[in-house]
């Protein structure tokens, strides 16, 4: 049999290059024709753009494909937390400044999780970019919070940045239980979903000096408070075609909270998925599948 052959040869190519942004050596993956629409991917936490391996491919037949790893997390580079402000306003400078290197002048933007916290900044910085947005599991809400989440000690965490409070956080959320907690909780079948995932997220979280920058994004965290009303506002304004597909049993973030968007954005399309926080691992084909659809008649006809 010819082997070299017989693969898909319509399977897209995915590179992995990086470029300096900031002065920081930023990761990202990469696929699909140069010169089609951009669909911007940007991850959760505590993960990276290996969240977006299978989605990848899925899209990159019709689109350009990119998908970074934020400061700190995957292969992008990982300072100290003495070095560089591990904040929500940093990282969506940092990734202002990488898309800027890439000359993406518009993106569809994919937000999940801390994703979400970079991205609405985004395009509230950048409104004119934006072509459409698909929200899995990233808030923007105060009701989309799990009171039951933060009550686990990450309020307690806000209400004073002291080692005891951060010692809770990492005797469980930053482990590898924890880790493992965020990929299986509210999974419909929790064999679908590969071991992989939380070994490899938790390999970058025990690296020197990554507890800490880990601990400095969760305590920044508290700022998305401040600033959910400019993200609403920004959805009244601009309207932007808006995909929602979510997680309904998510342990984080609420499905009232997935329904909140079509207070500000009426026309969002909102799909409930039996599935938990990383919806991607188990629902990528209905992702993929309404993705492309909704990215066809709304950025594809601009």
Not at 49 to 77: C, Q, T, W
Not at 143 to 164: H, M, P, Q, V
Not at 205 to 211: E, F, I, L, Y
Not at 248 to 260: Q, S, V, W, Y
């Given at each position: 049999?010819?082997?070299?052959?017989?693969?898909?040869?319509?399977?897209?190519?995915?590179?992995?290059?990086?470029?300096?942004?900031?002065?920081?050596?930023?990761?990202?993956?990469?696929?699909?024709?140069?010169?089609?629409?951009?669909?911007?991917?940007?991850?959760?936490?505590?993960?990276?753009?290996?969240?977006?391996?299978?989605?990848?491919?899925?899209?990159?037949?019709?689109?350009?494909?990119?998908?970074?790893?934020?400061?700190?997390?995957?292969?992008?580079?990982?300072?100290?937390?003495?070095?560089?402000?591990?904040?929500?306003?940093?990282?969506?400078?940092?990734?202002?400044?990488?898309?800027?290197?890439?000359?993406?002048?518009?993106?569809?933007?994919?937000?999940?999780?801390?994703?979400?916290?970079?991205?609405?900044r985004?395009?509230?910085?950048?409104?004119?970019?934006?072509?459409?947005?698909?929200?899995?599991?990233?808030?923007?809400?105060?009701?989309?919070?799990?009171?039951e989440?933060?009550?686990?000690?990450?309020?307690?965490?806000?209400?004073e940045?002291?080692?005891?409070?951060a010692?809770?956080?990492?005797?469980?959320?930053?482990?590898?239980?924890?880790?493992?907690?965020?990929y299986?909780?509210?999974?419909s079948?929790?064999?679908?979903?590969?071991?992989?995932?939380?070994?490899?997220?938790?390999?970058?979280?025990?690296?020197?000096g990554?507890?800490?920058?880990?601990?400095s994004?969760?305590?920044?965290?508290?700022?998305?408070?401040?600033?959910?009303?400019?993200?609403?506002?920004?959805?009244?304004?601009?309207?932007?075609?808006?995909?929602i597909?979510?997680?309904?049993?998510?342990?984080?973030?609420?499905?009232?909270?997935?329904?909140?968007?079509?207070?500000?954005?009426?026309?969002?399309?909102?799909?409930?998925?039996?599935?938990?926080?990383?919806?991607?691992?188990?629902?990528?084909?209905r992702?993929?599948?309404?993705?492309?659809?909704?990215?066809?008649?709304?950025?594809?006809?601009?």
């Amino acid at each position: 049999m010819d082997w070299e052959n017989a693969a898909d040869s319509s399977m897209p190519t995915v590179f992995y290059r990086t470029l300096n942004a900031e002065g920081l050596e930023i990761f990202y993956r990469e696929a699909g024709p140069w010169d089609a629409p951009t669909v911007l991917l940007l991850h959760g936490f505590p993960s990276s753009s290996h969240m977006f391996r299978n989605l990848i491919p899925m899209l990159a037949d019709k689109y350009h494909v990119v998908a970074p790893d934020f400061p700190g997390y995957g292969e992008s580079s990982a300072l100290s937390v003495s070095d560089f402000d591990y904040s929500f306003e940093r990282l969506a400078t940092v990734t202002e400044k990488f898309t800027e290197k890439l000359n993406l002048s518009s993106y569809a933007l994919y937000l999940s999780d801390i994703g979400a916290s970079v991205g609405f900044r985004l395009a509230v910085m950048h409104p004119e970019r934006v072509t459409a947005m698909i929200v899995q599991n990233g808030g923007a809400h105060v009701e989309a919070i799990n009171k039951e989440f933060l009550t686990g000690g990450l309020s307690d965490y806000w209400e004073e940045r002291s080692e005891k409070n951060a010692q809770v956080l990492l005797d469980w959320l930053l482990t590898i239980e924890g880790t493992k907690w965020h990929y299986l909780h509210g999974a419909s079948d929790p064999a679908k979903i590969s071991p992989d995932n939380w070994v490899i997220d938790q390999a970058y979280q025990d690296r020197p000096g990554n507890k800490d920058i880990q601990l400095s994004i969760l305590y920044n965290a508290k700022r998305d408070l401040d600033v959910f009303d400019d993200w609403q506002q920004y959805f009244r304004k601009h309207q932007p075609p808006t995909l929602i597909t979510w997680g309904k049993n998510d342990g984080i973030f609420t499905a009232e909270g997935a329904e909140l968007f079509k207070r500000d954005i009426p026309g969002a399309e909102l799909h409930l998925l039996d599935t938990g926080h990383f919806a991607l691992e188990e629902e990528v084909d209905r992702i993929g599948s309404s993705m492309h659809e909704f990215l066809d008649r709304t950025i594809d006809k601009k």
